[in-house]
């Protein structure tokens, strides 16, 4: 199992609003410079690298520079602590589906 501080910073780096959102236009975009992600966020480009930052440590974004520029993009496999943690719990959602499914069941046969 991974580290439970690693669980935890990716967590919270993902807690924040602003960070999922950046993370998002990350997700969608194969490379995105600062200024990029600035542009029409009403975020300042120093509160943008702040939030990098943070994903950044969390293992979730990678850079790239390139003379005065820095390109980020989505490091999957950032997401390894928390889909470990999360697939201790499979058990759990297997029973529910399977409750589902015969509860679903039952409806359409009534």
């Not at 702040?50 to 993009?73: C, D, I, M, T, W």
């Not at 943690?85 to 679903?104: D, T």
Request: aromatic share 8%.
């Amino acid at each position: 199992m991974n580290n439970p501080t690693d669980i935890a910073a990716v967590m919270r780096s993902l807690a924040d609003p602003t960070r999922r959102s950046i993370f998002e236009r990350l997700a969608g975009a194969d490379e995105i410079s600062v200024a990029e992600l600035t542009r029409g966020s009403g975020v300042t480009q120093g509160a943008i690298s702040q939030h990098l930052k943070s994903l950044k440590q969390a293992g979730l974004v990678g850079e790239r520079p390139v003379g005065r520029n820095v390109f980020y993009h989505v490091r999957p496999e950032g997401f390894e602590p928390l889909v470990d943690w999360m697939s201790q719990y499979s058990v759990f959602w297997r029973e529910r589906f399977g409750n589902l499914r015969n509860l679903l069941k039952e409806i359409d046969h009534e």
